[in-house]
């Protein structure tokens, strides 16, 4: 089992930046795939950004070469450096666990946090 502990959200201004946070439990934690995620009201939950056991990442086109997804192993945590931000980034953001290679499907995620809002304003 792994619980996931979002946080980081908050509001910020057009082109202003957030760390989100996503604290993992769990002593293997170095063998799981995250991948944050994020829906925005009336919207479909879409993927983000993905971290593989490996380090490897991926990003969906909307967000390269804004948004940087790392982890810390020996934290136990997974980043989101969020920068540039738009008002269409403004949504609940979650991140999502699975055993070793990432995905952009949520429905291949095991473990899911909260979620943590984030909003930018004009």
């Known amino acids: 089992q792994v619980q996931l502990v979002e946080s980081g959200g908050g509001l910020v201004q057009a082109g202003g930046s957030l760390r989100l946070s996503c604290a993992a439990s769990?002593?293997?934690?170095?063998?799981?795939?995250v991948g944050w995620f994020r829906q925005a009201p009336g919207k479909e939950r879409e993927f983000v950004a993905a971290i593989s056991f490996l380090g490897d990442n991926t990003y969906y086109d909307s967000v390269k070469g804004r948004f940087t997804i790392s982890r810390d192993n020996a934290k136990n945590t997974v980043y989101l450096q969020m920068s540039s931000l738009k008002p269409e980034d403004t949504a609940v953001y979650y991140c999502?666990?699975?055993?070793?290679?990432?995905?952009?499907?949520?429905?291949?995620?095991?473990?899911w946090g909260q979620g943590t809002q984030v909003t930018v304003s004009s």
């Open positions: 999502a666990a699975r055993s070793y290679r990432s995905s952009w499907r949520a429905d291949e995620y095991d473990y």
């Open positions: 769990g002593r293997t934690f170095g063998s799981y795939a």
